[in-house]
């Protein structure tokens, strides 16, 4: 069980996550998607940004990213319909770094510690 600070939730104290076999895989789900929107987003920035498919799939990849993002926060917190609504009210950084402590708190990953996948990047 791990705790995550969710007082930008409006919760007083941490919340309690078992890290039962479900919130570990959507956890490396979710990190392993986080992964590929870098490599997607370096991607795009090669390719022409003036072009409207372009725009349209960064416009597309952003929404399913917000979407993606919320989901897994609700999952793994089991927040009510009212709470759920307060992510919607978060900065997307927020969002974001919200979702960053359950992955490495579920994964058990310190800050700062290298994954397996940055470790075999950095030896390339």
Do not use: C
């Amino acid at each position: 069980m791990v705790k995550v600070n969710a007082k930008i939730l409006g919760y007083k104290t941490p919340i309690e996550i078992k890290t039962t076999t479900k919130n570990v895989r959507q956890a490396t789900v979710m990190m392993r998607n986080t992964a590929q929107w870098a490599v997607e987003d370096e991607e795009r920035s090669e390719a022409n940004s003036e072009d409207p498919k372009i725009v349209v799939e960064v416009l597309t990849a952003q929404i399913n990213r917000l979407n993606e993002l919320s989901e897994f926060i609700t999952d793994t917190l089991h927040l009510n319909a009212q709470k759920a609504e307060k992510l919607e009210d978060l900065e997307v950084p927020e969002l974001q770094e919200l979702a960053n402590e359950i992955m490495r708190k579920v994964l058990q990953i310190q800050p700062g510690e290298d994954t397996e996948s940055d470790q075999k990047s950095d030896a390339k």
